[in-house]
């Protein structure tokens, strides 16, 4: 059972499938170490939905194309991207309440992508239950890691290097935006 805790952990940190890294980078891009409480609320909301979508991928109630999900991925690391680009007049110190229901819903889609690399893993002889919970509680601890390196490094950037935080914030945003767009267009 632990297995699939560590599988969690190793899919949501694995350099090769960095594309749920790049959404996080995103995601955490306008937020300080100051505002952890939201980032951890966010990142939540996208374990919430890419559990939902997990579950109901791996049981076979939904089934979406993979190709079309592969394609959706980079696009939610888009979205983000230019959400956090078009809020850099506004303050950083909201988290708007419509961020947590897009989240849930980019978290959807990261779930049906989680989905075939979860079946790849699955042994059928453990509680499907226990083994989803694990791995999506291995995803969330490492979607944890990831925003704590995330938020040092923001530290080190707008504190020690005294860049501004709307820069720091619009640099990241420009690189995920960019690869995100790299990604799409590799995909179609």
């Known amino acids: 059972m632990w297995q699939h805790f560590i599988d969690g952990i190793k899919h949501i940190t694995d350099l090769q499938g960095y594309d749920h890294m790049l959404f996080i980078l995103a995601l955490c891009a306008p937020y300080s170490i100051k505002q952890w409480k939201p980032i951890v609320l966010l990142a939540t909301a996208f374990t919430v939905g890419h559990s939902i979508s997990l579950a109901l991928s791996v049981t076979g109630v939904v089934r979406f194309s993979s190709y079309w999900v592969e394609l959706l991925i980079p696009a939610t690391i888009i979205v983000t991207a230019l959400t956090n680009i078009s809020y850099l007049k506004h303050s950083a110190d909201r988290v708007y309440w419509h961020r947590y229901v897009v989240t849930t819903a980019f978290g959807l889609i990261h779930g049906m992508g989680f989905s075939s690399f979860f079946r790849m893993i699955y042994d059928e002889t453990g509680s499907l239950f226990k083994s989803l ?44 935006l960019g690869l995100g767009v790299w990604l799409f267009v590799e995909k179609l």
Request: glycine content about 6%; proline content about 0%.
């Open 133 to 176: 919970l694990m791995f999506n509680l291995g995803v969330e601890v490492g979607q944890l890691a990831i925003i704590a390196v995330l938020l040092v490094f923001s530290v080190l950037i707008v504190q020690l290097c005294k860049v501004n935080n709307k820069v720091y914030t619009g640099v990241l945003s420009l690189i995920a």
